[in-house]
């Protein structure tokens, strides 16, 4: 599953009407037009399928699997910029601490792996 798509999951958790799951949840006519009112009101967050917005913004499911592929991919660039940037910050003591903690190991097979 996509790793956007998990963390807007874990949104309906706080109240949201998942477009993915909402064919699975036998709703009664009155419950559907009940949690359409709320979402086109903006009382309940309303989180679209891939498909469903796919359709809405007149393209296919594969371009938005594939946009959401790589915004996910640009936001793991960024943490491990961000993390890199930290440990570059760091004083040489903590430096040392901090691969003291992870393992000279796992250095080690990173460094072999790099220079491969």
């Given at each position: 599953?996509?790793?956007?798509?998990?963390?807007?999951?874990?949104?309906?958790?706080?109240?949201?009407?998942?477009?993915?799951?909402?064919?699975?949840?036998?709703?009664?006519?009155?419950?559907?037009?009940?949690?359409?009112?709320?979402?086109?009101?903006?009382?309940?967050?309303?989180?679209?399928?891939?498909?469903?917005?796919?359709?809405?913004?007149?393209?296919?499911?594969?371009?938005?699997?594939?946009?959401?592929?790589?915004?996910a991919a640009q936001q793991?660039t960024e943490q491990v910029?961000?993390?890199?940037?930290?440990?570059?910050c760091l004083p040489d003591?903590?430096?040392?601490?901090?691969?003291?903690?992870?393992?000279?190991?796992?250095?080690?097979?990173?460094?072999?792996?790099?220079?491969?």
């Open positions: 599953m996509n790793a956007l798509l998990q963390k807007a999951s874990e949104v309906n958790k706080n109240g949201a009407i998942n477009g993915r799951s909402l064919s699975y949840c036998n709703l009664s006519e009155q419950e559907r037009v009940q949690g359409a009112a709320d979402a086109v009101t903006g009382v309940r967050r309303f989180i679209p399928s891939i498909r469903q917005a796919a359709e809405d913004f007149k393209t296919t499911p594969a371009k938005v699997s594939a946009e959401l592929d790589r915004r793991r910029r961000g993390i890199a940037q930290a440990i570059r003591k903590f430096r040392d601490a901090v691969i003291d903690q992870a393992g000279v190991g796992i250095v080690w097979e990173s460094l072999d792996r790099l220079t491969r």
